[in-house]
């Protein structure tokens, strides 16, 4: 991309990039009926979980309560809300939240329209890793170190697999596996030693770089991390189908 | 717990409900389309059938003989018979013996019917009934009038006949029929 996105207020020149990008790699997508799912950066994203005392019933108003949380913690832009309970622990209910730039959301599901392409979903990079691999994640507690080309994230959920915390960072370069790594490690540091935090398994999905980051955290860490992958085959038959 | 949350605007609420109704507006559809179709077929299987069931009609009625109709001035006295015969034939409401006989099953033991005038072309009877009280000849006076299918029931005269020993009350009745 020519011009940097997910910085500042999203600019004409940013979104018609966007949109000649998305006309780019959506080749004939436009012209069929498939579920497409849009995945954000993760550092475009802001997260947490909310511990409450009771969760409104109304998907609107727990929304408007994240909203609430997420512009009191920071940030005078406006923002999209997107939510989730997680159930209750510790007599508090969970409610999993996420946050971003209203702007930006607007100007990248204009430039979705603009192209042809209509999503199914819009949601971070860090929730698709989390869901496709659930299944072997959701054994126990974990962490899951996400690389992407411009982010990286790490997500850190409960014994009973409920995403507790996420950290996320734009990347400042393509060779920062080891500062990845570094802060990888005070972060897990922290959330453990935060008293209720429990990490059993550390994995790592990051597509062709999954090696390189594995082998930086390796180091770190008391124990090697699980390394992550896509099944190559399975994944291109699914998107040649 | 996967995560589901995701930063698309919120869905029409009606969409489900809405895609429900129209799958199944075409499931519907697809099936009146088989049924149709399997009508058409059948309709097919039946169509040599009747196809030669009207070639032999047609040629029936190709060899019957041709009878020349009666002339046109010959239809027109035809038709003026048959009106003038509806004419002295018309009546209204119902008939002498009708009427009779319907009275028969009305009149109160104590009362009699004197006279009759029946005309069925204004479709009005004009009748005498006698009775040796007043509340025999009301009362059917009465039945008259709750009868549906008279439009007018008119006590056109009130009479006393006999001497004092043996007097007898009489009313004179018109009743004309719903037309």
Redesign the interface.
């Known amino acids: 991309m020519p011009v940097p996105l997910f910085r500042g207020v999203p600019s004409p020149e940013a979104a018609a990039a966007l949109t000649q990008a998305l006309r780019a790699v959506g080749g004939d997508l436009p012209h069929r009926f498939v579920p497409l799912h849009v995945s ?1 950066p993760d550092a475009a994203v802001r997260w947490a979980t909310f511990e409450l005392d009771e969760l409104p019933a109304a ?1 609107a108003t727990r929304r408007e309560l994240a909203r609430f949380r997420f512009q009191r913690d920071g940030g005078a832009a406006e923002l ?1 809300c ?3 309970p ?2 209750r622990a510790g007599g508090k209910a969970l409610l ?3 946050a ?1 730039d209203e702007a930006w ?1 607007r100007c990248l ?1 204009q430039a979705l329209a603009d192209a042809g392409l209509r ?5 971070p990079n860090a ?1 698709r890793q ?2 496709r691999f ?1 299944d072997r994640l ?1 054994q126990s507690s974990g962490a899951l170190v996400s690389l992407a080309g411009d982010a990286w994230s790490l997500a850190l959920w409960d014994e ?4 507790r915390y996420v950290r996320a960072r734009w990347r400042s370069s393509r060779d920062d596996h080891g500062a990845v790594a570094d802060e990888v490690g005070r972060a897990l540091l922290a959330y453990v030693q935060s008293g209720n935090g429990k990490v059993a398994r550390v994995f790592t999905a990051a597509n062709g770089e999954t090696d390189a980051l594995a082998a930086a955290l390796d180091e770190r860490l008391r124990e090697p991390c699980v390394r992550l992958e896509a099944d190559a085959p399975a994944l291109a038959a699914a998107l040649d189908a | ?10 869905r029409p609420r009606l969409a489900r409900p809405l895609a429900a109704a129209l799958w199944c507006a075409a499931l519907a559809a697809a099936l009146a389309a088989a049924w149709l179709g399997a009508e058409v077929l059948e309709m097919r299987a039946e169509r040599p059938q009747l196809e030669a069931r009207l070639a032999r009609l047609e040629a029936q009625a190709a060899a019957a003989p041709r009878v020349a109709g009666p002339a046109a001035h010959e239809l027109g006295a035809l038709r003026e018979r048959v009106q003038a015969l509806n004419k002295l034939a018309g009546v209204r409401g119902w008939s002498t013996p009708q009427l009779l006989d319907w009275l028969g099953a009305r009149l109160p033991e104590s009362v009699h019917l004197v006279s009759l005038q029946h005309r069925p072309r204004e479709g009005e009877a004009l009748l005498v009934a006698e009775s040796a009280s007043a509340e025999s000849l009301t009362g059917f006076l009465l039945r008259l009038e709750n009868e549906r299918r008279l439009d007018e029931v008119l006590l056109s005269k009130q009479g006393t006949v006999g001497n004092a020993g043996a007097a007898a009350v009489q009313f004179e009745i018109r009743i004309r029929w719903k037309s």
């Open positions: 954000l998907p999209a997107a939510c989730q997680l159930g999993f939240g996420m971003m959301r599901a999503a199914w979903t819009l949601s929730c989390f869901n659930h959701a009973e697999a409920r995403l | 717990m996967k995560i589901h949350a995701d930063f698309l605007d919120a």
